[in-house]
């Protein structure tokens, strides 16, 4: 059964910082790999998706990176905004017998301090 | 193009009681599927669909039933309704088979008592 994990679990830092967020898979055998964005209360924002043929995808400050060997993926913020507060999670397709849908960590809850 | 949504925002159900979710989607979208969110245990996958007429479990179908009659529509009903199943629930769409990006709705939360 794929299991997604995700570093840290929250993460507090002061404004105009660069950061790395973690995600980590345990089947290797992925078709992809989807960054959302969640703010309270709220749904998920698509932020970006990686394909399996692919290493990295960029969205402004936004970079993800993928290495399916290793089973790990990486989003990258650059010069954080208090905007940027929210929780992000990482998620691949599910594995379990067929189902259609995503399998998720239980995100990195981002806080921008200004 | 109001893309995926949901109604209720928000319900307050006592144990026992049945309801449906309801989920749309005006994007002629193949795959729909429903999530529950919880603190500590993250999204979960609990019913699919890839098309109309065609359902399947996914991870925590218990206690939930589905049926998908359009395209556009994919309820999601709990028959009588627990405590454990106080959560927040999204629906999701994906384009088809050839499609990954999923699209979610802005989630009901759902309160047992």
């Known amino acids: 059964k794929q299991e997604v994990t995700q570093i840290p679990a929250a993460l507090s830092v002061p404004e105009g910082e660069n950061l790395v967020l973690n995600c980590s898979f345990t089947?290797?055998?992925?078709?992809?790999l989807q960054w959302f964005r969640q703010d309270p209360g709220k749904g998920l924002t698509s932020l970006l998706l990686i394909q399996s043929s692919q290493r990295e995808q960029t969205s402004g400050r936004l970079n993800a990176s993928l290495d399916k060997s290793s089973g790990r993926s990486t989003l990258y913020i650059a010069a954080s905004q208090p905007g940027d507060s929210a929780t992000y999670l990482c998620?691949?397709?599910?594995?379990?017998?067929?189902?259609?849908?995503?399998?998720f960590g239980k995100g990195t809850h981002l806080i921008i301090q200004p | 193009n109001a893309g995926v949504t949901q109604t209720p925002k928000f319900q307050v159900l006592k144990t026992g009681q049945s309801m449906t979710l309801q989920c749309a989607q005006d994007m002629n979208h193949e795959y729909m599927s429903w999530y529950r969110q919880d603190p500590g245990m993250g999204l979960r996958l609990i019913h699919y669909?890839?098309?109309?007429?065609?359902?399947d479990q996914g991870e925590v179908p218990n206690g939930y039933n589905v049926s998908r009659s359009t395209t556009e529509d994919f309820p999601l009903r709990l028959l009588s309704a627990a405590p454990s199943q106080t959560s927040v629930y999204f629906c999701?769409?994906?384009?088809?088979?050839?499609?990954?990006?999923?699209?979610f709705g802005p989630g009901t939360r759902l309160l047992v008592l």
């Open positions: 998620a691949v397709p599910y594995s379990g017998g067929g189902a259609d849908g995503l399998t």
């Open positions: 999701a769409t994906r384009r088809d088979s050839n499609a990954w990006a999923q699209y």
């Open positions: 089947d290797s055998a992925i078709y992809n």
């Open positions: 669909s890839v098309g109309a007429g065609i359902t």
